[in-house]
């Protein structure tokens, strides 16, 4: 547990072979044509691969790959050793005289202050190259010892895309072969089912076939419209984290849509956010905004109930409240980035003593709930405050929140990496990341500590030395946004959502017509005992009727015919495609409130 140091990914082995492969790959790319017609530009390794930037005379398509993969491997059997040697601007420029983008990345070199990339770096500029064969880049490395030293069968060639010389558009389009490499072919097989598995659980092409959510351009880009189906799921997915906070000491407040913008003049959020809100509605001089967040709100209604006593804190204020946020319309993508989003936001107002414990009691909400999820898998990052003057308040005051930050997720078992420099202006911060089935990161809650606002907004209390002080508030999300966690949920379980969030948990399937009256009897008894039932009485055949619960990823398939009608039983069968033996209506409900209960 405690925390963890995470390894750069620079200085992993994955990196050195990534990077080698980019170089082996743009050896044979430029093999392919007449000296000096290839130009190469650039090849870092990137996430899960790498990539490198031409401009050639014709364009390459996934025809070509597997000449070029043919030749890197021939490159790889050599085992030609990666030699690293630092030269003068002048042998750099002289060696690339046909090559201008190197040119021009050298002398950003030479300037200083531009990596070999044409990245910003503060380091003095040292010009390196690696040769390796009869290929030469100029590079700062690191690499494999030899080519050797890189799996053949663990390096493929993924796409060709066009991109920008320095991601200008006014610069040269140039051609960015993207590839991915590997410790073993295992690991390159995982990973290409992981992509092919993204693209079937891709949430906006589930979200469809399941019938959950649309998109409408009459009603307006980033607006979705939830079906009965997907409305369920966002009811079911709020209940449940309500409930959670009610049996955790969360009240539940509601702060509506409008709010006057000078509110959030006063707040800050004005100045640092404006450009995310939607603009002003006026009435009468006054300007209304769209609730982008409910900070200043929950604040508002701290003050208006009154002057507050030490023996009333810790307040803890939840709401569930759509925002409006003025996203790009090129940025918005389904449900993960949306312009009307709904908030499991909390403030909890506290002294400076309770920032621990509350804290902490955060930190037990959030593991409970993303373990109903089944992500079992994430860790926090801890955003401390870094050098510079972003950060406003006193030294004190953020390192003893900095430490009962800390000291809560260790007593939690928590595990965490600490980000220095990451906290907001107003405070430290924790941020779970969670992996999903796939082993995707992503960032789902959240818990911010907050010395500005609450004095910003006159927020007071009256302590126990009868002197007013100001209270610190927490600001925490659960599971973030209902609309982007479903989206990931959707994704997570590939729509095979566990029982208890299943929009529809059972469907009763009549052999024929004759058994339809007990089908629908049977489902009104699941009804009853609170399932969520339909019976399907069209007029397929039983084996597409199941197909269809199937596609529809539906837990429980009742198959009801003349033997389960005579017995009052049920013969459930699961998606998993699992027979059961027939079991009585009562037995079915029983064994249904248990997986609910497990969570299965
Ligand atoms: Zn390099
Ligand atoms: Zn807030």
């Known amino acids: 547990m405690a925390e963890q140091i995470e390894i ?63 030749r890197m491997r021939q490159i790889i059997a050599a085992r030609h050793a990666f030699q690293r040697r630092e030269v003068s601007a002048e042998e750099a420029k002289a060696q690339f005289a046909d090559q201008p983008y190197k040119i021009e990345l050298i002398e950003g070199l030479e ?66 072969v993207y590839g991915t490499a590997w410790k073993s072919p295992k690991e390159l097989e995982e990973y290409l089912w992981k992509l092919e598995e993204a693209k079937k ?28 189906k997907g409305e369920m799921l966002r009811h079911l997915m709020e209940d449940y984290v309500r409930e959670t906070q009610t049996r ?52 508002t209604l701290y003050k208006e109930m009154g002057r507050h006593s030490y023996r009333e804190l810790p307040m803890r204020f939840a709401e569930f409240a759509t925002l409006y946020r003025y996203e790009k319309t090129g940025e918005l993508n389904g449900l993960t980035r949306v312009r009307a989003l709904t ?43 870094g050098e510079g003057g972003k950060y406003v308040q006193d030294d004190e005051k953020w390192t003893k929140a900095e430490n009962a930050l800390r000291s809560a997720l260790n007593a939690n078992g928590v595990d965490f990496f600490e980000a220095t420099g990451e906290a907001a202006f107003y405070g430290p911060k924790a941020d779970f990341m969670a992996r999903d089935v796939l082993g995707r990161e992503w960032q789902l809650s959240t818990i911010q500590v ?28 659960v599971t973030g946004t ?12 590939a729509g095979a959502f566990p029982v208890w969030l299943s929009p529809i948990q059972a469907v009763v399937i ?3 017509d004759r058994h339809v009256d007990y089908a629908r009897q049977a489902a009104q008894s699941l009804r009853e005992a609170g399932l969520r039932v339909e019976v399907n009485e069209g007029g397929d055949r039983m084996n597409a009727k199941i197909r269809d619960a199937q596609n529809q990823k539906i837990p429980y398939m009742l198959v009801v015919g003349d033997k389960e009608m005579e017995a009052g039983q049920l013969a459930p069968r699961l998606r998993s495609g699992e027979q059961m033996s027939a079991v009585s209506v009562e037995a079915f409900i029983a064994k249904a409130k248990q997986d609910i209960a497990d969570g299965v």
């Open 248 to 299: 955790y000491g969360y009240s539940h407040v509601w702060t509506g849509h409008l709010v006057k913008e000078d509110l959030y003049k006063r707040s800050g959020h004005y100045d640092n956010y404006k450009d995310s809100m939607f603009p002003p509605m006026v009435d009468e001089n006054v300007r209304f905004r769209l609730k982008p967040m409910n900070c200043p709100s929950h604040m």
């Open 111 to 176: 300037r200083g202050g531009m990596d070999e990339y044409g990245n910003p770096v503060s380091e003095a500029p040292v010009i390196s190259f690696y040769t390796h064969d009869v290929f030469t880049d100029l590079c700062r490395g690191p690499h494999v010892e030899h080519t050797g030293q890189i799996n053949p069968s663990a390096i493929k060639l993924m796409n060709v895309a066009g991109a920008y010389w320095r991601g200008d558009e006014k610069r040269p389009m140039l051609q960015r």
């Open 8 to 70: 750069p990914y620079i200085q992993t082995e994955l990196y050195r072979i990534r990077h080698s492969a980019a170089h082996i790959m743009a050896q044979a790319v430029t093999e392919m044509f007449p000296p000096g017609e290839a130009k190469v530009a650039i090849g870092p390794p990137i996430e899960d691969g790498f990539y490198y930037d031409f401009e050639l005379p014709r364009q390459l398509t996934p025809d070509d790959f597997p000449v070029i993969e043919k």
């Open 510 to 512: 009549p052999i024929a």
């Open 201 to 228: 659980r891709d949430h906006r092409k589930l979200g469809k076939e399941l019938g959950l959510f649309y998109f409408s351009d009459d009603v307006g880009p980033g607006l979705p419209l939830f079906t009965p």
């Open 343 to 385: 908030q499991d936001d909390c403030h909890t107002f506290c002294t400076e003593e309770q920032i621990e414990s509350e804290f902490s009691l955060n930190l037990k909400l959030i593991r409970e709930v993303l373990e109903r999820y089944r992500f079992t898998d994430y860790k926090v990052r801890l955003s401390l405050r």
């Open 482 to 493: 209902t609309e982007r966690f479903l989206g990931v949920l959707i994704e997570h379980f």
């Open 450 to 477: 907050d010395f500005i606002q609450p004095a910003r907004l006159g927020l007071a209390f009256i302590g126990e030395d009868n002197a007013e002080h100001t209270p610190v508030v927490l600001h925490r999300a």
